[in-house]
Nanobody, 122 residues
């Protein structure tokens, strides 16, 4: 049974930093592209950042570029998202995702985590 379990969400203030982690189990994800998506209330789920299976290439949404950093440890089947200079508009449920292909849309995702809430107060 494949599982992606996120942790690290919480309530922070504008300008604070927060780190999210995703533990993958049930199979080896070393050949999967991994990503973080987020979904704010009333909005569609959107891609935040993605990383290739060997970690050599990353992608960031314009809204988080320069503030967020995605990384992975393929040997440990873990994915991380370091978030800095957080803004109220970063408030959302953040989801860990795994894809057999390049992931830029939700339709490309093969596995989802259950999500973790990040709330940034102004």
């Amino acid at each position: 049974q494949v599982q992606l379990v996120e942790s690290g969400g919480g309530l922070v203030q504008t300008g604070d930093s927060l780190s999210l982690s995703c533990a993958a189990s049930g199979r080896t994800f070393s050949t999967y592209e991994m990503a973080w998506f987020r979904q704010a209330p009333g909005k569609e789920r959107e891609l935040v950042a993605a990383i290739t299976w060997i970690g050599s290439s990353t992608y960031y949404a314009d809204a988080v570029k320069g503030r967020f950093t995605i990384s992975r440890d393929s040997a440990k089947n873990t994915l991380h998202l370091q978030m800095h200079s957080l803004k109220p508009e970063d408030t959302a449920v953040y989801y860990c995702a795994a894809s057999k292909t390049i992931v830029r849309r939700t339709s490309a995702v093969n596995y989802w985590g259950q999500g973790t809430q990040v709330t940034v107060s102004s």
